[in-house]
């Protein structure tokens, strides 16, 4: 039964994919000749009509860039917090190394007076 419903799964995403793919087609296709004037930054000239396909396709482009960036950007701030909290772990570890090694000598010296002590009596 899980192999059915595996082999559904993957068809029915890839009737996903393929719908999806034909309507961006439908659209590309149906606006192949359409003009427009924009303005943008003086990069384009608001004169120069240019044509819709490379505008959804310059679109698109910084879509993607910006979705790039934008996950360059939380992956490197939760980079920097896991540092943050990797490096307050080592320091707590080290005061605790630090505790640990005080108690020890403390230990050691309370021996050393109960044995001194008991040889003295």
Do not use: H
Request: hydrophobic share 50%; proline share 1%; net charge positive.
């Amino acid at each position: 039964m899980s192999l059915a419903f595996g082999r559904i799964k993957v068809y029915v995403k890839l009737t996903l994919v393929v719908l999806v793919a034909l309507a961006i087609c439908a659209v590309l296709w149906k606006n192949r000749s359409n003009q427009v004037s924009i303005w943008f930054f003086w990069v384009v000239d608001e004169a120069t009509p240019i044509n819709v396909i490379w505008l959804m396709l310059c679109t698109a482009l910084g879509t993607l860039i910006a979705y790039w960036t934008l996950s360059l950007v939380w992956g490197l701030r939760r980079d920097m917090l896991k540092m943050a909290q990797d490096s307050a772990v080592r320091e707590r570890e080290q005061e605790q190394q630090k505790l640990a090694e005080q108690l020890q000598q403390q230990e050691q010296r309370i021996d050393e007076k109960l044995k001194k002590a008991i040889s003295d009596e």
